[in-house]
């Protein structure tokens, strides 16, 4: 299976965990002091798709399974957190697993809810993020490199890969030590594989998730417009969300009430619906799905994935025994009504083992086991 998941970052008392509470349905520990999430929680969110529901719509299936995204409440971080401030570095190790960071900043105010620095400034709120993500990289780095050269006396290869990745860190370095992202820095491909094991924080995707109050969910405020302007410098996404919103929206199970609730606050569609596909097109995966009586479900493949990469995210069986795939596009279903009017037009195919699977392919697989 495709991992995806998420880790949701930022400083105490922003709305981190009642963010979370809405995505996962799960009950983090909110509360108006800092630190009260000391251990990640971890929730499952499901991927509303039209796509699939409209297909679940006509197959009329016994079940239907959605795609997911998995979602990690990562402690609380201060100012000074890498040298063990607050709740000191605890946070690294959970951070490193995680494909996307979202970053949480507070937009809105509140004299009830303390902020750690007393002020309402989101921008700044990143810097310092952005700092002690930074400040834990230059550690990992500082430490690869004595490994580093201590190997690169063994062999002529591992010499030739230090001479790698001392020459990344020599273009990294300078970033880090003025706050700034790794993933910024010109690499070669081979300076860029003698890093990849360090896992640095800060060369992972990330994005931004602005807590407002209700009345500028819709719109943003003057807070949330910084915010956005910096995501599109940085060339990632924004999300505008109301904590408190879309915990109550999370509270209502019928999803006619769900759908009133949102039109009443001017909204199509919830503030997680949205935030999931970002997660998800920032790592680059798309969805196909398998459709019949028993079952329709999306599956989540990488982008430039194979039709046997993709039958052996199935079951492996699927992909050593690879035959072929029939395969017709979501699109096609939809214009035509049924698979059997799509062979009538010629839209129904046979694909081999050098297919690129597309994002809405509907396929079923033929294999030898």
């Known amino acids: 299976m495709v991992a995806v998941n998420c880790g949701i970052v930022g400083l105490p008392n922003v709305g981190k965990s009642t963010i979370f509470r809405s995505l996962t349905l799960a009950p983090a520990e909110a509360a108006n002091y800092p630190f009260c999430t000391i251990e990640p929680n971890i929730g499952i969110v499901e991927l509303d798709d039209e796509r699939l529901a409209f297909l679940t719509k006509s ?22 957190a890498s040298q063990g401030e607050g709740l000191g570095n605890q946070f690294l190790s959970h951070i490193r697993e995680v494909g996307v960071i979202a970053h949480v900043v507070r937009c ?4 009830n809810i303390v902020h750690v620095e007393n002020r309402i400034d989101p921008i700044a709120d990143i810097e310092t993020i952005n700092v002690e993500l930074a400040l834990a990289d230059i550690a990992t780095l500082e430490k690869k490199k004595e490994k580093m050269i201590r190997l690169a006396k063994v062999s002529k290869e591992e010499k030739k890969n230090t001479e790698y990745f001392l020459s990344a860190m020599e273009k990294i370095m300078p970033l880090l030590q003025d706050g700034k992202w790794a993933k910024n820095a010109s690499l070669t491909e081979e300076e860029t594989l003698s890093i990849y094991d360090s896992h640095l924080i800060t060369m992972k995707k990330h994005l931004y998730i602005c807590n ?3 009345e500028s969910m819709k719109n943003g405020n003057k807070y949330s417009d910084k915010v956005v302007e910096l995501a599109k410098k940085e060339g990632t996404h924004a999300v505008i969300m109301s904590g408190q919103f879309e915990a109550d929206l999370a509270d209502i199970e019928s999803s006619e009430e769900r ?3 949102l039109e009443e606050a001017g909204l199509s569609v919830s503030s997680i619906s949205i935030l999931s596909r970002y997660v998800y097109s920032l ?10 009586e028993d079952e329709c479900r999306a599956w989540t493949i990488h982008a430039g994935d194979t039709a046997p990469k993709a039958a052996g995210v199935i079951h492996t069986d699927f992909e050593k ?15 035509y009504g049924s698979e059997q009017k799509i062979k009538e037009a010629g839209r129904y195919r046979l694909e081999g ?8 392919d509907v396929m079923f697989f033929k294999f030898n086991v």
């Open 59 to 80: 197959f009329n299936p016994k079940k239907t399974i959605k795609a997911t995204v998995e979602f990690v409440d990562i402690a609380g971080l201060v100012k000074g």
């Open 108 to 111: 809105f105010e509140n004299e």
């Open 259 to 261: 759908a009133e609730f």
């Open 353 to 360: 083992k050098e297919y690129v699977v597309q994002d809405g």
């Open 321 to 335: 025994g690879f035959i072929k795939a029939c395969v017709y596009s979501f699109e096609d279903f939809k214009q």
């Open 212 to 214: 407002v109050d209700d």
């Open 283 to 292: 790592l680059g995966l798309r969805t196909f799905f398998t459709a019949g």
